[in-house]
Every structure is written in C-alpha cells, then in structure tokens.
C-alpha cells in the first residue's frame, strides 16, 4: 500500500513565524501536490511538483512556498504565517506515467495560527 | 475554467438503505477522468470509485456505483445498502486531461456530509 506521510497531525504557531510543513512519500511517485482543505472550499491546491526540484503554482499559491529536493519528500513553507492560512493542510502524491492513476492522501495536518 | 460543483452540503441515510450524492462539472475537454473520494472523520482521504470520461460504461466498485452523463456533465455516486461506515464526507474530483502542465492534478468539489442513520 502507498504511505504519504504528513509530520504533524496538529500544529500551532503565531504570526509572522515561518512554517514548515513535511511530506514523505513511499512509492517513488513522480506527481506530489499540497492542497489546503477549508468548510464550504473542498481542496484547493497550493503547489504540485512532477519531479525533483520542479515546482508548478496551483490555485491559491499566495503566501506559500514549496521545495522538493529529493524525489519522497515534498515541503510546504508558509514564510510568514498569517491567521488567514490556519486551516487543515492535505499533501498527495500520484504515479505520473499514466492519467488514471489516483492521489494518495496523508492524513493531514490541522495548522493554527494563533 | 474548470469547476466543479457538489450541491448538497450533506445528506442523511437510513442504514440499509440507498443514497445518491450529485456532482456536476464543466469542462471543455472531452477526455478526462472523474473520482470520488471518501474522507471519513480519522481524516485520511479514499479513492471510492473512478471513471474514464472516454467509457460509456458507469463504474461500479461493490456497493459503489455511479451514473456518469458525460453531456450533462454530471458525475453522481450511488451508495446501495447503506452502512455505518460509510459515514464520511465525499468529494467528487475531476482531472484534466495530461498535459500543459495538468499532471494530474485534481479540481475537487465542496464536499458532501453523509450521515448514516442507524
């Protein structure tokens, strides 16, 4: 079975701090993505990377950065944290060879900004 | 742009029973793939069930099935014999066709509440 590991299962940090959020991926998937979960929005997403070291904006990339490095791992960096970005945060990971291949979810990260 | 669109914030079921949940889409694309996904409250996210928008044969996963009406643009899930477990929110999730920078990305609905009645 595909694991997605997300670090924390809960986080609080206070304005202005920079943010650090991790993933880790153990099926050698090319695809990861970060979306942010919010009541009414469904997922929108933050970021999505194909391959080490490549990056593509999503939807609401304001406010975040992200960085992969190795090809398991996938980091979403709020740089400076705002109330505005409290919310529960979903990293997914998917095969990239062919289109019908499903993401796979970790279980999240419920992140306040207090 | 692409959206999708689930219009019942939440929805109740007798156990046992049969449950339809709705999802209406809107692309311009004619080969794309469509999901739903089951977040039950331990919060890690499912593939329920999924469908090639290319196959005019709807989808079906033991009690799950579906009702794809590719000209309607309409993706809805049919849960048959309701049980407790299947409480959960559900997000139906469309994905572009690959390419242009659509590596498989999904755009996700609102989400739908199920509540299963005992």
């Known amino acids: 079975d595909v694991k997605v590991t997300q670090s924390s299962r809960y986080l609080v940090k206070r304005t202005g701090e920079k943010v650090f959020l991790e993933c880790v991926q153990d099926?050698?998937?090319?695809?990861m993505f970060w979306y942010r979960q919010d009541p009414g929005l469904g997922l929108r997403l933050i970021y999505f990377?194909?391959?080490?070291?490549?990056?593509e904006k999503g939807d609401i990339p304001e406010g975040y950065s992200v960085s992969r490095e190795k090809k398991e791992r996938f980091s979403l960096i709020l740089e400076s944290a705002s109330t505005n970005q409290t919310s529960m945060y979903l990293c997914?990971?998917?095969?990239?060879?062919?289109?019908?291949?499903?993401?796979?979810f970790g279980d999240g990260t419920r992140l306040s900004i207090l | 742009a692409q959206t999708v669109t689930q219009s019942q914030p939440e929805m109740s079921v007798q156990e046992a029973e049969t449950v339809t949940l709705s999802c209406t889409y809107d692309?311009?694309?004619?080969?794309?793939?469509l999901f739903w996904y089951k977040q039950p409250p331990s919060r890690q996210m499912i593939l329920v069930i999924r469908?090639?928008?290319?196959?005019?044969q709807n989808a079906t996963e033991n009690r799950f099935s579906v009702n794809f009406q590719k000209a309607a643009k309409s993706f809805s899930l049919k849960i048959s014999d309701s049980q407790l477990g299947d409480a959960a929110m559900y997000f139906c999730?469309?994905?572009?066709?690959?390419?242009?920078?659509?590596?498989?990305?999904?755009?996700f609905g609102q989400g739908t509440t199920l509540q299963v009645k005992p």
């Open positions: 997914a990971s998917s095969s990239g060879t062919t289109n019908n291949q499903p993401q796979h």
């Open positions: 099926m050698d998937h090319e695809n």
């Open positions: 990377s194909y391959d080490v070291k490549m990056k």
């Open positions: 692309t311009s694309e004619s080969d794309y793939y």
């Open positions: 469908q090639e928008a290319y196959k005019q």
């Open positions: 999730a469309y994905r572009p066709p690959m390419g242009s920078g659509n590596t498989g990305k999904l755009i």
